[in-house]
């Protein structure tokens, strides 16, 4: 098992709950009433799971990792996902403060809730695609198997210590419940994601 096993897995978590979220928007948007508690829901996963936990992983631990071994922060993959992250925070941080009022009524803060929904989903589709298909395999390709060692132990320590136990299967829980209410498919995980004490076992 390698630790870009275990973010891919979370990836898939995380895609299930952006078409989710797409739903959300598109129910607002069609019938022009707020779906609040859905919505409080996917912001709080994006929050901690997809950031806090999933970007707080590649952040402290695996991108300074591949820096280590020569990839360049300035000019380099890991830089420019850096910053997609906090062009991301951008966007859950307007959504969350247009929940409330998009609830009681207010048409234009129901039209920027749907239109930072559309501007995340689109921008977090392609930043996913990017590591899973370019930046995870670079990083194969130079870390050693005691790097991956290490790192997987990082991993466990962001998930026993900043997050704390049963919180990411918390979150896997409301993240399936999020998908059976909107009719949308649970995301099928390879062998990291069937680990316990993961995000997503």
Known sequence: MK???????????I?????CLEKIADEAQSKGTFPRDSAEKAVDFFRNFADRCHHGKEETHLFPAMEAKGFSRDQGSTGVMIAEHEQGR????AMAENIARAAE?????????VEDTQAYCALLGSHIEKEDHCLFAMADQV??????RKLLLAFQKVESEEMGAG?????????????D???????TLGRAGHVPGRCCH
């Open 181 to 187: 209410h909107y009719g949308v498919p649970r995301a």
């Open 90 to 93: 951008g966007y859950v941080r």
């Open 167 to 179: 919180v990411h299967e918390q979150y896997l829980t409301m993240a399936n419940e999020l998908a």
């Open 105 to 113: 009524g207010d048409a234009k803060a129901l039209q920027a809730f």
């Open 15 to 19: 895609e299930q709950v952006l078409r």
């Open 3 to 13: 630790p870009t096993e275990i973010l891919s897995d979370e990836h898939r978590v």
């Open 143 to 148: 870390f050693t198997e005691d790097d991956q």
